[in-house]
C-alpha cells in the first residue's frame, strides 16, 4: 500500500508563489502526478514526474527526490483562479492505478 | 467535445434502491476507471478495465458494486440496494496508452441517497 501526506490547506495572496508539498511512502515507484480540481468539477491534469528534478510548466512547477519520497507543486504569480484542491498521486511500480492524497486545498486571495 | 462524459450529472434516490451510471471515455482511450469522492478526500479507486476486460477492484468494491465494459467502449457503473453511506460523487477517468498515463477525468456523477 501506499501513504500519500499533503497539507490539507494553504493561502497566499494573489501574485505571490507558493509551493506545495507532498510526501509519499511506496514499496515500488513509477510516476507521481498532480492534478488540480476547483470544487464541483472533475480533476485535470497538471504535471508528471518520474525521474529526479524539476518540470517546469509555464507559471506550474513540479520537483520531485524519489530518494526522499518527497514531491512539491510550486505556483508563480498566483492568480485567484488559482484556488482550488491540488492532488498528489502516486504510481507505484508494475501498476496503471494512481492513488491520490487527500488534497490540499489553495485559497487565494487579493 | 471529445473529452469523457457521464451520466446523469446527478442523482438522488431512496436507500435500497438500485442505480446504474454511465461513463464514455475518450474514444482512442483503451483503459477506463471508475473512482469515488468524498467531501475533502481524494479520489478512491474502485475498478479498472482495459479494453472490455475488468482487470482490478479494489476491495473498498463490495458485492453491490458491479461494473461493466461490454464492448470496450463505454462503461456502467451499477450499485444496488444503495446506501447512505453510497453517497458521494462517482468519477470516471480514460487513459492513454502511453508510458506517462495520465488520466482525464469526466464531469463525475454526484449521487445522494436519502
Known amino acids: 500500500g501506499q501513504n500519500i501526506d499533503q497539507p490539507t490547506e494553504m493561502t497566499a495572496t494573489e501574485g505571490a508563489i507558493v509551493q506545495i508539498n507532498c510526501t509519499y511512502q511506496?514499496?515500488?515507484?513509477?510516476?507521481l502526478f498532480w492534478y488540480q480540481q476547483h470544487a464541483g468539477e472533475a480533476p485535470t491534469f497538471l504535471s508528471y514526474?518520474?525521474?529526479?528534478g524539476l518540470e517546469e510548466k509555464g507559471r506550474f512547477s513540479s520537483f520531485l527526490s524519489r530518494s526522499k519520497g518527497y514531491s512539491y507543486l510550486l505556483l508563480k504569480e498566483l492568480q485567484m483562479k488559482d484556488s482550488a484542491s491540488y492532488l498528489c498521486?502516486?504510481?507505484?511500480?508494475?501498476?496503471?492505478?494512481?492513488?491520490f492524497g487527500r488534497g490540499t486545498s489553495l485559497i487565494v486571495h487579493p | 467535445d471529445t473529452g469523457v462524459s457521464q451520466n446523469p450529472r446527478h442523482k438522488i434516490t431512496k436507500r435500497g434502491q438500485n442505480v446504474t451510471f454511465r461513463c464514455d471515455p475518450i474514444s482512442e482511450h483503451n483503459r477506463l476507471y471508475w473512482y469515488r469522492q468524498t467531501l475533502g478526500q481524494g479520489p478512491e479507486f474502485l475498478t479498472y478495465?482495459?479494453?472490455?476486460?475488468?482487470?482490478?477492484k479494489s476491495r473498498l468494491l463490495s458485492d453491490r458494486f458491479s461494473a461493466e465494459r461490454p464492448k470496450g467502449s463505454f462503461s456502467t457503473l451499477e450499485i444496488q440496494r444503495t446506501e447512505q453511506g453510497d453517497s458521494a460523487m462517482y468519477l470516471c477517468a480514460s487513459q492513454t496508452g502511453g508510458p506517462m498515463g495520465e488520466q482525464y477525468f469526466g464531469p463525475g456523477t454526484r449521487l445522494t441517497v436519502t
Open positions: 498521486a502516486v504510481r507505484e511500480e508494475g501498476s496503471y492505478i494512481p492513488t
Open positions: 511506496t514499496s515500488g515507484f513509477n510516476g
Open positions: 478495465f482495459q479494453n472490455e476486460a475488468q482487470l482490478e
Open positions: 514526474n518520474v525521474l529526479d
